[in-house]
């Protein structure tokens, strides 16, 4: 890995199959993160991480898979690098540590608590801004909600920079998003 790649670390569900409209999707985000020169990081299963990574892959680009002992199984064969640690915690904020942005696709509580992390993260200054987008509407009522709760009464003030979660349209949108802070 090289010191100025740029990494982003892809969240998303291990349920999904191949034929799975999420699943293409996915992969389309991989490809389109990659046609950028990012590496994409992942948890390094089934599911979206194995689509996004396949995207990547595909259009030339470097994957890292991040798995736990914990799970039992190992990366997926798009996985360049895997990096493995012991337990789910650990394999959390593997995840966060390793990523210059991140992309949260739709999935279960597993992507929930990975989504949330990375924003309480960034909301408590935990660690440096970086770009955190949930792609399609899938999270946008909880990012609605959440930004309420959490900015609503900053906002009315005038005091507040932009939202930390960003909710991109389409894997093309979310890939420009990251590229134009990264």
């Known amino acids: 890995m090289s ?10 569900s291990g349920r999904l199959s191949v034929d799975d ?9 991989g490809s389109e993160l990659a046609a950028r020169g990012f590496r ?6 089934a599911g979206v991480m194995e689509a ?3 995207g990547a892959k595909e259009a030339g680009g470097r994957t890292l898979g991040v798995t736990a002992g914990f799970f039992r199984s190992h990366a997926n064969q798009w996985i360049d690098e895997e ?16 990523g ?8 279960g509580t597993g992507t929930l608590v990975e989504l949330a992390v990375a924003w309480e993260m960034l909301n408590k200054g935990a660690m440096a801004r970086r770009p955190l987008v949930a792609l399609g509407d899938f999270w946008r009522p909880v990012v609605d909600l959440v930004g309420e709760v959490e900015f609503g009464r900053a906002r ?18 979310a890939a420009a998003y990251l590229a134009g802070r990264l």
């Not at 210059?100 to 999935?107: F, I, K």
């Not at 939202?163 to 949108?173: E, G, I, M, N, T």
């Open 3 to 12: 010191g100025d790649e740029k990494i982003v670390t892809v969240f998303g």
């Open 21 to 29: 409209p999420q699943y293409v999707v996915a992969r389309a985000l």
């Open 40 to 45: 994409v990081c992942s948890g390094g299963y």
């Open 52 to 54: 996004v990574s396949r």
């Open 83 to 98: 990096i493995r640690v012991k337990t789910w915690q650990e394999r959390l904020f593997e995840l966060i540590a390793r």
């Open 100 to 107: 210059h942005g991140y992309v949260a696709c739709p999935g």
């Open 156 to 173: 009315e003030r005038g005091a507040g920079d932009a939202p930390l979660v960003h909710v991109a349209a389409s894997p093309r949108d």
